[in-house]
């Protein structure tokens, strides 16, 4: 499904930790985005495979079942390609040292937790008037 022109943009918030999805979701809500949250990679990975378009995701990189860097692997194939291609993907952790090479060439973003609320959605409605509209045009 593709958003009109005039539809919100919409984020996925992928975090097992509830109040971190719910200090993503409120400050994506805040932004203007419309979001929709999983609680683990596998999760996440059945709601895109049901082909809804989000124009954002904030991925957790230490999840139980199945863990970021594995989500990040997913979206890396042709089975996600497309839709990989028109998301933003950032991914959140409070440990620096899963950071790695993998990690930063499947993200756009990287963002350490605990999130400054204020900086988060000044970075994601920056997102608004320059990434997403080079993104759709683009595609």
């Not at 991925?59 to 291609?85: N, S, Y």
């Amino acid at each position: 499904m593709m958003p009109s022109a005039n539809s919100p943009l919409s984020a996925l918030v992928v975090d097992d930790n509830k109040e971190n999805r719910y200090i993503f979701t409120k400050a994506l809500q805040a932004a203007g985005y419309q979001t929709t949250e999983a609680q683990q990679g596998a999760e996440c990975l059945a709601i895109l495979k049901q082909g809804i378009h989000f124009d954002l995701m904030i991925l957790d990189l230490r999840m139980p079942v199945l863990d970021g860097p594995e989500v990040l692997r997913q979206l890396a194939t042709p089975d996600f390609a497309k839709m990989r291609a028109k998301m933003y993907v950032i991914v959140a952790t409070g440990n620096a040292d899963l950071i790695n090479g993998e990690v930063e060439k499947g993200a756009n973003d990287i963002l350490e937790k605990p999130i400054q609320v204020a900086s988060f959605i000044t970075l994601v409605k920056s997102l608004q008037g320059t990434y997403f509209t080079r993104v759709n045009k683009a595609i």
